[in-house]
């Protein structure tokens, strides 16, 4: 009797997503803004940068879906839900925090087996995105990706422009003869289906 009565309240208070909307799952890189041993503009074999961009080119070739992602920030858009849905549970069960609990278990072990220099916890949120939102959503994250891609790559340079206009901080980032790095990553990079 208790386990069915709070079953029944776990079920309601748990957020479901949509079965045939998108399924968005983002993630944001925990203290990795911060850590002196991590640059985002070294791009080798095995760097952070190099181990992110494999991990998302695989989880958007494996779903069928797109990706945006810069600095320590990914957000995955799978079109068909259920093709993420059903791979992670055989339950085809929906709700937010089950889907998040086993991708995150997903997304850390083959993001940390191929950047093998420290381990790298995620946060993550997932939910459903109407479709025909997609594309305002990705330029509202290509935007967040801009404000970190700029102020790192200012930091880095030791200039704090606290709360200046993009434009004023971006004009001050091309003074920078190496401003070329930035210039390719800082509105962030769009993958579909496993390729940029």
């Known amino acids: ?30 203290d990795v803004t911060k850590s002196k041993d991590i640059n985002f503009f070294e791009i080798y074999n095995g760097s952070f940068t190099d181990a992110f961009e494999k991990t998302v080119k695989f989880f958007t070739e494996k779903y069928h879906g797109y990706s945006i992602f810069g600095s320590d920030e990914v957000s995955f858009i799978f079109p068909n839900p259920m093709l993420v849905i059903a791979d ?3 339950d085809k069960c929906n709700r937010t925090n089950e889907i998040i609990a086993l991708f995150s278990q997903l997304f ?3 993001f940390n087996s191929l950047y093998v220099k420290d381990t790298i916890f995620w946060h993550g949120k997932c939910f459903s995105i109407p ?8 330029k509202y994250r290509s935007g967040n990706v801009k404000n ?3 102020t790192y790559f200012l930091k880095k340079k030791g200039i704090s ?3 200046d206009k993009m434009e004023d901080r971006v004009n001050k980032a091309k003074e920078h003869s190496d401003y070329k790095l ?9 993958y579909y289906d496993g390729s940029r």
């Open 148 to 150: 970190v891609m700029v």
């Open 161 to 163: 422009m606290g709360n």
């Open 182 to 190: 930035l210039e390719d990553y800082q509105d962030g990079i769009l």
């Open 88 to 90: 992670l549970d055989v």
């Open 1 to 30: 009797m208790w386990r069915n009565y709070f079953f029944q309240i776990q079920s309601k208070y748990n957020m479901r997503v949509s079965t045939t909307e998108p399924l968005v799952i983002r993630f944001d890189g925990k």
């Open 131 to 138: 479709g025909e939102k997609l594309k305002s959503y990705i």
């Open 108 to 110: 850390f072990h083959h």
